[in-house]
C-alpha cells in the first residue's frame, strides 16, 4: 500500500510528543512492508519555530510533510465556517505536493477527527478510501460542544472505516453521533520493549513513583499533589512527574504550599528515552486524569513492568486490572490517597514480568500494526 498518513504533528527536541503516537504507526506500517508518508498541517501559533510553506523532512526513512500558512486556532475563534475552508484549502495542498513526490495513494489513513477533515472532501472528489483513527478527548466530552457535534457529523460519513482507540471512545462515538467505530488500542513504542528482562522489585528506603502528562488541568496532576499530602505511611517517598504545560506555576505553588517540595519535582518534558529511563527506576507509575481516550502513559509504564493507579476516565479502566494496579474515581483526593499507601505497602509484590509480558501481548507494535493494516486493507478492497 501506498499509504498517506495525516498527522497532528512531527515530533521535535523542544516538543517530543507531538505526533509521536502517528510516528509510532507509520514506523510499525513500514515495517510490514507498505509505502507510508506523514502529512500534517500545522494550526498553532509560534512563529520563531514555523517556516511559512512545505517543510519537508525525513524521519526514520519516513518522508514528512508539513504545512504552515496561518494559526487556524486563531481563525477558529473569529469564524468557525472560515476555519474549516482554509483547513481544507491547507489540507489539499500539502495532499498536492504529496502526491507530486510519492504519487496517488492508495489509502489515506488520518489521526483525529480535525485531520480527517482536512481531507474528507478531497478524498470524495479523488475516489480515496478515508480511515480515520480516533484519540480526541472532546469527544468523550460531556456534554459534546456544538462545533464538535458539526465537525463529526460532516466528516465521518466520508470514512470508509473509524477506528477507536478504546471501547469507551467507540462508544462515544456510537451515542453520540450514530457511527460504528472499529476499537484498536494505541501501541507501546518500542523505545519501552527495549529488554525482555524485567527485574523483580526491590523494598527500598525511598518508594519512587513517576506520572506522566502534560501539565493541564485535565490530567489532574493537582489532585494527585493533593493526594499525595494526605497519604498515611511513613515511608520515604518521592515522586516526579514528567511534562510541561501552562499549569506548570500553579503547581509548582501548590507543592510549596503543602511543603512537598522535597518529595515532587516537576521533571519537565522528556523524549520517550528519557521517560523510559525514569520508568525503569521507578517502583510505581500513577496518573489521576479527569479526562482519557486510552493512555498511553499506562501501557508504557505496564511495559517496564510497573504497577500502576489510575482513574476511571474513560481509557485506563481497560488497561488497569488487579494483575497490575489499582483503579480509583476521578477526583476523589481521599481514595487516591489511599491507593497511594496500599501501592507504598505493596508495590514489591506485584509480578513485574506478568505485568510487562500482558501488556507486549496486547499492545506491542506487531499486533496494534497489523490490526491497522487489516482495516486498511479492507477499505480499499471495498473500494
Known sequence: MNIFLISRGIPTSDNPTWGNFELDQAKELQKLGHDVTILCVHRRLRLKKRKIGITSQTIDNIPCYSLFLMPLALISCISKALANRARESMGKMVYNYAVKQKGLPDIIYAHYLTNMALVSRLCKENSIPLVGIEHWSELNAKPIKPYVRSLAMNTYPYCSRIIAVSDSLRNSIKSNFGFDAITINNLVSADFLLS??????????????????????????????????????????????????????????????????????????????????????????????????????????????????????????????????????????????EAIDRMIDTYHDYDKEIIARECREKYSPDVIGRKIEKVLLEAINEK
Open 196 to 337: 525482555s528482562d524485567v527485574s523483580p522489585t526491590p523494598e527500598r528506603s525511598t518508594i519512587e513513583f513517576v506520572s506522566v502528562g502534560a501539565l493541564l488541568p485535565r490530567k489532574g496532576h493537582d489532585i494527585l499533589i493533593k493526594a499525595f499530602s494526605k497519604i498515611k505511611s511513613k515511608k520515604e517517598w518521592h515522586l516526579n512527574i514528567i511534562g510541561s504545560g501552562p499549569e506548570k506555576a500553579n503547581l509548582q505553588q501548590l507543592i510549596d504550599s503543602l511543603h512537598l517540595h522535597d518529595n515532587i519535582t516537576l521533571a519537565g518534558s522528556k523524549n520517550k528515552a528519557e521517560v523510559h529511563e525514569y520508568l525503569a527506576k521507578g517502583d510505581a507509575f500513577v496518573l489521576a486524569s479527569n479526562c482519557e481516550t486510552f493512555g498511553v502513559v499506562f501501557i508504557e509504564a505496564t511495559a517496564t513492568g510497573l504497577p500502576v493507579i489510575g482513574t476511571v476516565c474513560g481509557g485506563p479502566e481497560e488497561i488497569i486490572n488487579d494483575s497490575n494496579g489499582i483503579l480509583v474515581e476521578k477526583g476523589n483526593v481521599g481514595q487516591l490517597a
